[in-house]
């Protein structure tokens, strides 16, 4: 049984961006971070993110192991054979990891969520059923969702919106008669940088140029006062001309 001590351990939560990489983690046992983008706060354990591009293994968290060393080593020395690489002559954190350890149930993420360097517990990498629990991030876009059906306004869930090169996931779309409307749940982790609230103003903007009524819901205002976040939504649905016919 693990101590109620080694549970509150600190877990890095990384990305296995191919599946070169996951064949490095368990034949070579290392794993590496660019020294530029490698974070600052300590940590004992790595846990490790498949993204879409890994098939039906993909979206989720598997495996995870302990942190024995660390090394800053050039990109040419980890990839002896790829020298011409743009990268070759920068500098990497190379993570020695000991077991490689697969959890009781993989960590799925089926909303789904862009995954990137993020901590964690060890207590929480072992119960979580899925990103949000492992983060401990409140529910809030199904909260929201829930309250929509419930009144009978049809939204649809996790649509893409594509334009002018660039391409955006909103939380909800509402369809209107005389436009769009476009609903952003703001969870307090992940939205209150200053750099994340600078591209939220930056994706706001670009969607408003496109016709879109853009609405942002707190996580505090979507966890206590959802009544009063669908009233709003009703409010810009009835400006808009009322729900286009499906």
Request: charged share 30%; hydrophobic share 35%; aromatic share 8%.
């Amino acid at each position: 049984m693990q101590s109620k001590t080694n549970n509150k351990k600190t877990v890095l939560v990384g990305v296995l961006k191919t599946k070169q990489d996951r064949k490095i983690l368990f034949t070579e046992g290392w794993y590496r971070i660019p020294k530029q983008y490698a974070p600052k706060r300590r940590f004992e354990y790595i846990a490790f993110y498949q993204p879409a591009s890994f098939g039906r293994g993909g979206r989720r968290i598997q495996h995870y192991g302990r942190v024995t060393k660390r090394t800053a080593v050039m990109r040419r020395t980890l990839f002896p054979n790829e020298l011409r690489h743009p990268r070759a002559r920068e500098r990497y954190i190379k993570i020695h990891i000991g077991e490689i350890r697969a959890l009781p149930r993989p960590i799925q993420n089926k909303t789904p969520r862009r995954v990137s360097f993020g901590f964690t517990t060890l207590e929480r990498l072992r119960t979580a059923k899925n990103i949000l629990e492992l983060y401990n991030v409140p529910p809030t876009e199904e909260i929201l969702g829930n309250a929509l059906r419930r009144t009978g306004i049809c939204a649809i869930s996790q649509p893409y919106v594509t334009g002018r090169g660039k391409r955006f996931r909103l939380d909800f779309a509402v369809m209107c008669k005389r436009g769009s409307i476009a609903i952003e749940c703001d969870n307090i982790k992940a939205h209150s940088s200053t750099m994340n609230r600078r591209k939220d103003r930056a994706k706001d903007a670009s969607l408003e140029k496109r016709g879109w009524r853009v609405i942002r819901f707190s996580e505090r205002d979507i966890i206590s006062r959802a009544d009063r976040c669908v009233a709003r939504i009703r409010r810009a649905v009835r400006r808009l001309g009322g729900l286009h016919a499906q």
